[in-house]
């Protein structure tokens, strides 16, 4: 994933994160059993409730949480250093993987997750597969289009095709400045299967396509680049519909009763891990919590108090069967963006080719947005 778009999430995604996440005291670490690292907000306290607690009435333990403007700037210099007073990290699939290939994270043993089996293998459980061996399941979030309901008469736009004909659907287009999530859906728009969508990227004609179906919305292109700004647009009228992070339109639409219609045909899945850090003073109470955290049970636990999407098919399975599940009483499986009934539809992104040809898919968004 690249740089910019980590940013336009930890600031956007997480309701109210650096607000809130103010709020949560940064204390010594020492004070604590363990030592966990996050973004703040809502998205924390929903790692609180699933996970922390748990973990707490298991072990009589307690938890230090931490929050961080993501990245492996800190982790690096306290392995190197020798002073390490991190524990487990909730990291980015880039960082997951960079921070394994150099040494930062600790494989986790062998198994691990046996005893958290649910539907079979855990492996074959998990909807994204785990990368290596240092990361421990979390959550799943996706970049999905959306519009109000009241914006059309009769049956509005459906799949991501719609999105891109202005005729059928008059109106401007909220885009994010970032070509990650933009890219991969005008390509589905221009018929390519999502799972054959890098592979078309990876051409030169691929990404001419790209940019090309992104050219056919013509002067009808609003950019946004911070995770209010979609629900801004399309709430002003200013567009008629816009691209937008699941977590932000589904929980406008559970906590606040926006009337917002999300189009998931064509979203782009995004994965993300935690990982124990290389050093860690708390290494069994690490441990510990990952297996909390990975099971079933708790990985549908957090979808309880915000819209993403559980690691495991399992926990879908939880949330479906005892709807109504979300803690304001409402039902919250139709706002999962890895429920089995878009998949089909669903771009699972790669963060490994973002990593290889990131630079040169940005610089040719940021030149065609220059050109306009």
Not at 2 to 19: E, Q, T
Not at 347 to 352: E, L
Request: proline share 5%; aromatic share 12%.
């Amino acid at each position: 994933m690249l740089p910019g778009a980590l940013f336009l999430r930890i600031g956007s995604c997480f309701p109210l994160a650096f607000l809130m996440g103010m709020t949560l005291s940064i204390v010594n670490s020492n004070a604590a059993d363990l030592t966990v690292v996050t973004w703040g907000g809502s998205y924390a306290k929903s790692q609180q409730e699933a996970y922390g607690k748990p973990f707490e009435e298991k072990t009589g333990k307690t938890i230090d949480w931490v929050n961080y403007n993501g990245g492996l700037a800190d982790i690096r210099a306290q392995v190197k250093s020798g002073d390490v007073i991190w524990d487990v990290v909730d990291v980015f699939p880039s960082d997951a993987r960079k921070g394994c290939a150099d040494g930062l994270f600790e494989k986790l043993p062998e198994n691990m997750f046996s005893s958290s089996d649910a539907d079979g293998n855990f492996e074959d459980d998990l909807i994204v597969p785990r990368p290596n061996e240092c990361v421990s399941p979390n959550i799943i979030w996706s970049w999905v289009t959306f519009y109000a309901k009241d914006r059309f008469k009769g049956e509005g736009p459906r799949t991501i095709a719609d999105f891109f004909d202005i005729d059928r659907f008059p109106g401007k287009r909220g885009l994010s400045v970032f070509a990650q999530s933009n890219l991969e859906m005008a390509l589905v728009a221009d018929g390519v299967a999502p799972g054959d969508v890098y592979d078309v990227l990876s051409t030169e004609e691929g990404l001419d396509r790209a940019i090309g179906k992104l050219e056919s919305l013509g002067d009808q292109i609003v950019f946004w680049s911070a995770g209010t700004e979609p629900l801004e647009l399309v709430n002003s009228g200013q567009v008629a519909i816009s691209t937008g992070y699941n977590g932000r339109v589904s929980e406008a639409i559970l906590f606040q009763g926006a009337e917002y219609e999300i189009i998931w045909d064509g979203q782009v899945l995004e994965e993300e891990w935690f990982a124990l850090v290389k050093g860690s003073t708390n290494r069994q109470e690490a441990l510990e919590f990952l297996k909390i955290s990975a099971t079933p049970q708790a990985q549908a636990e957090q979808a309880r108090w915000i819209p993403y999407g559980p690691m495991r098919r399992s926990a879908l399975k939880i949330i479906r069967e005892n709807e109504p599940w979300f803690h304001g009483g409402k039902t919250v499986l139709e706002h999962m963006p890895d429920r089995e009934e878009v998949m089909d539809r669903t771009i699972i992104a790669d963060p490994d080719w973002w990593t290889n040809n990131g630079a040169e898919a940005s610089e040719r968004y940021k030149a065609w947005m220059e050109s306009r």
